[in-house]
């Protein structure tokens, strides 16, 4: 379900991602997207925020939230997996120019700052990193 609206973590969420309140910023909690912006969602972000909930379902969102908001490793696989589905999503055919342009699209927004990754991420670790997952 998509809902028009912060999640209910929002102020903690805010708290460690200043960016969040920046429109176009989706949010996974508890099976539902939350879409504070009213967005038109493409499907290649809904595959990136249907990854988020998948993952939350184990461990519940609030567990999961509490992991992601302070471990930047936890956070980095978990986007990391998202950024896989997403590009996966936006994959369509075989050309290897338009491959390799979303996949540099992709990795570039893996390592964008709204993340706050401690340390930054490279792109060109994003890259490699997004390669082995997508060859599994």
Known sequence: MIILDRPPNF????DVFPMAVNPGVLFAYDGNIYNPSGIVIPPALVAHEEVHLYRQR??????????YLSNCEF????ELLAHVAEFKAL????????????LLSTALRLVAPLY???????????MKDLRQEIAK
């Open 58 to 67: 184990d461990a519940g969102p609030f567990i999961w939230w509490e992991s």
């Open 11 to 14: 102020e903690f969420i805010r």
């Open 75 to 78: 956070r980095y696989n978990e």
């Open 91 to 102: 994959r369509a055919g075989t050309d290897r120019n338009f491959v390799a342009r979303m």
């Open 116 to 126: 706050t990754y401690e340390p930054p991420r490279t792109l060109q670790q994003a």
